[in-house]
């Protein structure tokens, strides 16, 4: 009896492509951003805030820019990236090292443009932004306000999608906004006056 030939050829180096994402090299490129506190007591195997800040000047991102993805002001507060947020969002990506990542940049800030993924981004910002083991965000402002909590940070994207940026048409007295953006309007408009 004749053997049928095998339809599936065996895989040899040539037909084998490499991975996309190389979880080892992805945790080698993690550990250069570890260990960068100032704090001894901080845990090795995060990234802190200057951690955060080593890997925006390698990407040649000011911290002060809009691509920062808002991080400028995060140094200021825990701000970390664990191990296993870091494999698992750079995973998702396939991203394993700071090249791939400075391809992938331009893709990701245009993503930003897109409303849904933009509010993703901005509600992780609350979450990312406020120290672990509180409710509220400080906020280092000369505005009244100097802590803001979840609610109001969702509150303010919504309300800015839908008051003009010189909030000329906000009517606080017809409005059912929380009393924080009356705030924000009486100072926006002592501020222009």
């Not at 507060?77 to 400075?102: A, H, N, P, Q, R």
Request: contains cysteine; negative net charge.
């Amino acid at each position: 009896m004749a053997s049928k030939p095998n339809p599936i050829p065996p895989l040899t180096p040539a037909l084998v492509s490499p991975p996309k994402f190389n979880q080892d090299q992805c945790y080698t490129w993690f550990k250069s951003y570890t260990g960068l506190e100032e704090d001894e007591d901080s845990d090795a195997d995060q990234i802190g805030p200057g951690g955060i800040t080593k890997l925006c000047e390698d990407l040649g991102v000011s911290l002060e820019a809009d691509r920062s993805y808002g991080i400028s002001s995060c140094p200021k507060y825990v701000s970390i990236f664990t191990k296993d947020e870091w494999i698992k969002g750079m995973s998702k990506l396939e991203i394993d090292s700071i090249t791939k990542l400075k391809v992938a940049m331009p893709g990701l800030v245009a993503r930003l443009k897109e409303p849904q993924h933009f509010k993703e981004f901005y509600r992780y910002i609350f979450m990312f932004a406020k120290d672990s083991e509180q409710k509220c965000m400080p906020l280092e402002t000369k505005k009244p306000v100097k802590v803001i909590n979840k609610d109001q940070w969702y509150n303010f994207l919504d309300f800015s999608e839908s008051v003009p940026e010189d909030v000329s048409s906000y009517d606080g007295a017809s409005s059912a906004w929380p009393v924080l953006m009356d705030e924000y309007v009486e100072w926006r408009n002592e501020e222009s006056s």
